[in-house]
Every structure is written in structure tokens, then in C-alpha cells.
């Protein structure tokens, strides 16, 4: 295999050559050979510093949550930050099931599986989704995320904000992946389903296990440390999320397709850079350090960059009274 071919290989996620239909090939050859190359080295150093700084906003902000409550003024932002810390942990393992946090795959594997039992996500099916949802990014009937129909009205918006129909959504699928039930999901492979049902659940014994510990030393820690604060980060969670597709074009173009969102640093780090999802969307192979670089090279490109969450949900927000 020639350099170019590397390359290119390198710029489509695992398994992306599989069915090769028009919107799996890249718009054009944007970046050269040798940026991409450049662009697509993992680093263990990055990712263990990057995982060690999100680790620490959230013990810290934990902390302070933990031991100020006689204090609201204290203990309320602290709960803030330490909710989306934890609902954030969606980042790491998003990145961890491309397998571009680190070097070694089974390192990525372990860190995804964690980050994925403190966000209620499951990383060994959602590694798989996730292959869909880049394989066929805003194809209606294909990509797996269109299955979540975007807010028309303020009323379904606010829903969505809310966080509950994530919360029910997973706790089904969860219980459905459990009992190996996988209709409507095509994603999820023959061959696959055995170990996806596996990996829920020893992370469903995980949550049973700490429940169970709760209800021996007679404290609320699974509730006070995990339930609460992640009730109250994932509304944030799916603000941010929300922004990444919505109001973009249905189709496989990769310029327009998907969105970046120039947001201020303290989201950046706790979003492992995922702001900037065009890029990552247009070459799935660049890791979370990169993406800053790819950006400078890349965002003339797109038509859907914002300055901010705010600004990007009101951009979808307008389009509520065109849909009326």
C-alpha cells in the first residue's frame, strides 16, 4: 500500500470500507499527504495528560460538592461542574472507541469501557453505533442518530434538554443488550452481540454492585455521587450534542453535513476538542490534540461553524417557526 493510500485509508473510521458507497468517500483531498500524516499520530502523553486533567476537574469539583452542602452558594456550582464532568466522560470514551486517545488498542478499549460505565454510555456497543453514525453521517435511514428525530417545537426541544428521553432510551437499551435482544441494530454484528452482551453486563453488576455498597454502610453515595450529579450534567451534555448535526444538511457531504462550534476552553478540554466536529467528522483518524491544528487548516471549508453553543442552538431554534 502506497503513502497516499495509507493516508486516505487512515482518514475513513474502522471498518469504513465496507459496503464503499458514495458518502464514505472524502469530498477531496483537502489536506495533503503529508498533514495528514502529521496530523494523524497518536500520542500516549497527550492522552494520559488530557484524561489526568478531566479526572481532576471532576475529583476536585466532587469534592467540593461532597463536603459543602451546608453551603449552597458553594455546593450548587460545584454540583454543576462535577454533573457535566461526569455526564463528559461521553468524550474520552468517544475518542477511546475510535481508538485515537492512544496508542495501543486495548488500552483505548479499557479507558472507553470505563468512561463509558461513569456515563451510563455502554463503549463496546456504542463502538460499534458510532462506526454507523460516521459511515453514514445525516443519511436518513442509515445513520443510526437520525433515530432521535430533532426538536421542531420548543416544547420537544425542552424535552430533549431535559435529559429524560436519553434516560429512558438507555436504560431500555441497556436492558434489551442485557437479555441479547438487538432488534434494529444492524450495527451490532453476529459475531459481535455475544461480547457487547457481556460488556453490559458486568457494567450493569457494576451499578448493582454500588448500590449494594450504598445499602450496606446505610449512605446515599450511589444516588449523592453518581445518579444526582449525572441527572444534572446531562442536560448540558445535550446541549452540546445536540449542536454537532442538527440543522445541517441531510446528505454525505462532509463540508456541511456536521458542525463546529468555537466554544471557550474549559468545554474544549472537558469535550476532548470535539467542539471541532466537522474535522473530526471529515477525517475520523485525527486525535483529540490534533484537532486544534486541523481546524486552522480546515475551517474555511465548512458552512456550519458557530461561535459558541448558544449561538449554534439558536440558529436551531430558529428554524422552529419555519417548521411550524
Known amino acids: ?129 458510532h462506526k454507523w453514525h460516521h459511515r453514514y453521517t445525516q443519511i436518513p435511514g442509515k445513520d443510526p442518530e437520525l433515530e432521535d428525530i430533532p426538536p421542531t417545537n420548543w416544547m420537544n426541544y425542552l424535552w430533549q434538554m431535559s435529559g429524560i428521553p436519553w434516560w429512558m432510551g438507555k436504560g431500555r437499551r441497556h436492558i434489551q443488550t442485557a437479555l441479547g435482544q438487538f432488534e434494529g441494530c444492524p450495527y451490532i454484528s453476529e459475531t459481535a452481540r455475544g ?34 450529579p449525572l441527572v444534572v450534567g446531562q442536560p448540558i451534555l445535550r446541549f452540546v450534542l445536540l449542536a454537532e448535526h442538527t440543522g445541517c444538511t441531510q446528505d454525505g457531504n462532509s463540508l456541511s453535513n456536521t458542525r463546529t462550534t468555537l466554544t471557550m476552553w474549559p468545554m474544549r478540554l472537558l469535550m476532548w476538542n470535539m467542539p471541532f466536529h466537522a474535522e473530526h467528522h471529515l477525517y475520523a483518524s485525527i486525535p483529540f490534540h490534533a484537532l486544534p491544528k486541523a481546524h486552522e487548516k480546515l475551517a474555511g471549508q465548512f458552512t456550519e461553524v458557530r461561535p459558541g453553543y448558544v449561538a449554534a442552538n439558536r440558529h436551531i431554534a430558529a428554524r422552529f417557526d419555519e417548521a411550524a
Not at 475510535?98 to 461513569?118: E, I, K, Q, Y
Not at 448500590?211 to 449512605?219: C, F, K, R
Open 195 to 228: 461480547e457487547v452482551t457481556r460488556s453490559i453486563r458486568w457494567q450493569l453488576a457494576v451499578y448493582g454492585g454500588a448500590i449494594a455498597l450504598s445499602i450496606a454502610v446505610q449512605q446515599p453515595w450511589f444516588f449523592i455521587y453518581w445518579l444526582l
Open 1 to 129: 500500500m502506497s503513502t497516499l493510500d495509507r493516508a486516505i485509508s487512515a482518514s475513513v473510521p474502522p471498518d469504513a470500507s465496507e459496503h464503499a458507497e458514495a458518502w464514505h468517500v472524502k469530498p477531496s483531498p483537502i489536506l495533503s499527504v503529508r498533514e495528514l500524516l502529521e496530523l494523524n499520530e497518536r500520542s500516549d502523553r497527550q492522552g494520559w495528560q488530557q484524561l489526568s486533567r478531566h479526572l481532576t476537574v471532576m475529583v476536585a469539583s466532587g469534592a467540593i460538592w461532597g463536603l459543602s452542602w451546608a453551603h449552597w452558594w458553594i455546593a450548587i456550582p460545584a454540583l454543576v461542574v462535577y454533573g457535566f464532568s461526569l455526564a463528559s466522560m461521553f468524550a474520552p470514551m468517544h475518542e477511546c472507541a475510535h481508538r485515537t486517545a492512544f496508542v495501543s488498542h486495548p488500552v483505548n478499549d479499557a479507558v472507553a469501557w470505563l468512561a463509558g460505565v461513569l456515563s451510563f454510555y455502554n463503549s463496546t456497543f456504542y463502538r460499534r453505533y
